[in-house]
């Protein structure tokens, strides 16, 4: 992963590839943010309009590269966009300034140090601007010919190596936050680009047992207790929702229980996440077109993961559960077929009527599992519906709850981590749709919706007064497109960083 370092050093006299700047959108062109002050005084001042010369404007993600001023050791200054300028005394938006670096961390791949001259007006900007440059500056290319002279190492974007090492101009390497800023970034960037791995990871490489063996190895490592059940286990259990998901693939199924726990700790959290390694849809087979990217179904559950090593990592004072539900959805002479009935944890029966429905069918089963220990409050993580999809678009992802002041507090901590989500509602009249004649529920419900309806089949397997909420992050999980701001193509780790918010403001008494 790229080096962060905090540096007070003057940018014309650092010895860098390049001094990373940015660049407001003004009502009369572009202007240069705080934090350049003296690079702009190398250009005699002129520098906002060389920048529009160039054809700058500052609009968000813009980069504009050109030669650094005379006398400057680092022989390219990097301008980056930040959006609209902010009104007098106000800030950037926190938001903005992690996608600026993002951006030109992406822009600067094969370079060996950048120098990010960009607005610290206090220790939370240096957490949000390194949290950018290690999410812009990730690349995952361990299945391309070019990251064979790595040997193994994370590796080339584009053939080029990421950035190596980013240097904050503006901080202050002595002062406790900003070390703290910068600490907390690392941590939770680095776990985060480990969700993206293994969103990235094909199938054949990532099925459930692999997948527990990444936890296991990752529990060991930050001291957090973990427990697999196989399909033995599952079976002894009675966990029919896994179960049944899994009948089809060669690949048994697992269920994964992290516990990270704080001897300070007053309120604990346990994190559910969908682990459907690779969906097919079962019998009800996706149409073409809709299985190249469903690898990534089960990124719910590497934002889970994530979240609890990154809650061990920095030692948060909230005790942590994190159940990865993890199964192949294939079809076969073994698999569930639409009419069955499977008998859940729970003791529930359902009615299997769509096995492309399945997601819901691990979850249950892990959400009850979590019920059992009577945590303060749940929180299930899932590529669930494409009707959230079709409601929210690609970039953000729905919040439901069975408390209106939970589901309005996770939202404001996705709003601080930088993530894009949306309060959903749980129409009461929408559960009717999911009676079945033959079982207690039955796996779909009216079509119309059907992003809320999920939520309301989650709901019936949370324990009796148990605070819970439920994050469809379909939308956002895995970008098909181009990269944006610290976004790459592929594995996004959606979720992690409200996750670890979450944890965060529990720790801290103020959540909700």
Known sequence: MTALTLSTAAAPGLRADAIVIGVAKGANGPSVA????????????????????????????????????????????????????????????????????????????????????LPLAEAADAGVVAEGVLLGAYSFDA???????????????????????AALLGGKPRDKAYKAAIERAAAVAEE???????????????????????????????????????????????????????????SGPRLVKLSYTSPKAKKSLAFVGKGITYDSGGISLKPAGHNETMKCDMAGAAAVFAAVVAAARLGLEVNV????????????????????????????????????????LVLADALWAASQDKPDAIIDVATLTGAMMLALGSRTYGIMANDDAFRAA????????????????????????????????????????GGLVAGLFLREFVGEGITWAHLDIAGPAFNEGGPFGYTPKGGTGTAVRTLVRVAERVALGDLG
């Open 34 to 117: 705080p934090g350049a002050e003296a690079v702009d005084k190398a250009y005699d001042g002129r520098l906002a309009g060389v920048l529009e010369t160039l054809g700058a404007s500052g609009a968000e993600g813009e980069v504009t590269k050109l030669p650094a001023p005379s006398g400057f050791k680092a022989p390219v200054v990097v301008a980056v966009g930040l959006g609209a300028e902010p009104e007098k005394d106000a800030g950037f938006d926190p938001e903005a300034l992690r996608r600026a670096a993002g951006a030109a961390a992406r822009a600067l791949a094969g370079a060996k140090k950048a120098a990010f001259a």
């Open 192 to 250: 985060l680009n480990r969700a993206r791995d293994l969103v990235n990871t094909p199938p054949n490489d990532l099925n459930p047992e692999a997948f527990a063996a990444v936890a296991q190895a990752a529990a060991k490592e930050h001291g957090i207790k973990v427990q697999v059940l196989d399909e033995k286990a599952l079976t002894k259990g009675g966990y029919g929702g896994i179960l049944g998901v899994g009948a089809g693939s060669a």
């Open 321 to 360: 559960t994190g159940w990865l539900a993890l199964a192949e959805n294939m079809p076969s002479g073994s698999a569930t077929r639409p009419g069955d009935v499977l008998r859940m944890y729970s003791g529930k029966t359902v009615e299997v009527l769509n096995t492309d429905a399945e997601g819901r």
């Open 143 to 165: 299945y391309k010919e070019s990251a064979k002279e790595t040997k193994g190492a994370k590796a080339k974007a584009n053939g080029k190596d990421p950035l190596a090492e």
């Open 410 to 449: 996770v939202h404001e901590a996705a709003e601080e981590s930088g993530e894009p989500a949306w309060p959903m509602p749980l129409p009461e009249h929408l559960r009717k749709g999911m009676d079945s004649p033959t079982a207690d529920i039955a796996n779909m419900g009216e079509r119309m919706g």
